[in-house]
């Protein structure tokens, strides 16, 4: 019995992962050939556990994963602005990586990165501690941001 409920779960997220691939076939462009627009309710994707936002041109996947956590404040404007300076410092060091400075009730945060396991994370980690400026980071699971 537990054979086929794991067997039927894999057939289940077989066809989910080709349902999405389904949609893109249909939504990609081909010259010469019609262009298929699909509408669909965010939800629908949500339980599949993806969703897709639009960031101006650029399209992102909300997944589970982790983030270098390299400030944490409290709910004043001397944090608030803390938070954007350990940011700006991060942008001179790694210009490339994505950095998210927000307010997260009570505290201000800093978080750095979009990584799909906690190795890749360990590791950007280890690189802003070699620097000598970040000293208190830490790995906190969150939401992140993959580009399609």
């Not at 404007?77 to 997260?104: G, M, V």
Request: some cysteine.
């Amino acid at each position: 019995m537990r054979k086929f409920g794991l067997l039927l779960m894999l057939f289940a997220f077989t066809g989910a992962v080709q349902a999405q691939n389904i949609v893109k076939s249909l939504e990609s462009y081909v010259p010469g050939q019609g262009k298929v627009t699909i509408h669909q309710d965010p939800r629908i994707e949500a339980l599949l556990g993806i969703e897709h936002i639009a960031t101006g041109e650029q399209k992102v996947i909300k997944t589970s994963g982790y983030r270098v956590q390299t400030y944490a404040g409290n709910n004043t404007r001397q944090a608030k602005t803390e938070a954007y300076n350990i940011a700006a410092k991060i942008k001179e060091y790694f210009p490339d990586l994505p950095i998210y400075s927000f307010f997260n009730p009570p505290r201000w945060l800093c978080r750095v990165g979009d990584f799909r396991s906690i190795e890749e994370a360990d590791a950007m980690m280890r690189k802003l501690r070699a620097t000598g400026v970040f000293k208190e980071v830490s790995i906190v699971k969150d939401q992140i941001n993959i580009p399609l």
